[in-house]
């Protein structure tokens, strides 16, 4: 944001709380009871951000979204993630050879979208190629429950999947500030907050901070919390950070990965990328702020 946008939407924010005080539609008993929220900066960005992706929307996806999801996360999962202390001792079993960075990542501040703070290695350190990376977390998740792998996902694919270029950037980023740690610590959120909307509207509505997941990452996140995915009324985990070319076209994405629970068997499977199906939820990171 310049410096003249930045006054702008101050001036935009400024003149609309000016009018709404105007048409006195608030008493003073209530007045009173906003300004003792003064310090719930939580919620106040939370009302503020939402405000602002409102009226941002409008990409060349806008239409690729149902008007509500009830899809919600498994009661056994809860509604944030493990201490990363825990998370750190469950990938350590998997991978004991990692070095985690715990310094300012522990304390950084998150986005007021994500869940908390998820703990998952970067690719780099699991394989010379991203592959390597994600059958090695595959086949971690395969022993560690009944999983299966949808065709279009095997190896036999791979000419067809690329990385995300936000999300490599992003990660690339977030390893830097964390001192080229092996395990990296990052804000994200599991899919909730994007649910009921195509993985191509998403890429659009992105916030500046915020990046896509693949499979490397959410797997991991699956490692530490197999509790997220479970039979029953719980949404995909949409994974827009492994893209697919389209097979005859090439150009824009055309399927991208997708974790889910169909005929009571958890898998990997392949999702449209312009589907915006009331059981998608597409799984988000966001740089920490230090």
Known sequence: ????????????????????????????????RFLERENDDHRMEMAVTKLIGDC??????AAEAVEASDYVYPKKFGVA?????????????????????TGKAIDAKSSVYAEGKYVFPHWRTLGETYQQARELVMSHLMKQRKFC??????????????????????LDEVRGA?????MLIVPAQFGKVHRGKSPRMITEELARTEFHLGVVEVGCMLLT????????????????????LPSISGGEIGEVSAFAVLDHLAGLYVAYAGNERRDFGTATGFLPEF
């Open 81 to 101: 993630p493990k201490p990363v202390a825990e998370q750190i001792g469950i990938l350590r079993r998997y991978f004991p050879k990692l070095v985690t960075y």
């Open 1 to 32: 944001m310049t410096e003249d946008q930045w006054l702008a939407v101050q001036d935009i924010m400024r003149n609309a709380l000016g009018r709404v005080i105007a048409r006195d539609l608030f008493d003073e008993e209530q007045v009173a």
């Open 178 to 182: 964390q001192e080229n740690a092996d």
């Open 225 to 244: 919390h197999p509790e997220r995915i479970q039979y029953g009324h719980a949404h995909w985990i949409v994974c827009a950070g492994d893209e697919f």
């Open 56 to 61: 941002v929307r409008g990409g060349k996806h």
């Open 149 to 170: 792998v949808h065709p279009s996902c095997s190896s036999f694919d791979f000419e067809r999947q690329r990385r995300n270029a936000r999300t490599e950037e992003m």
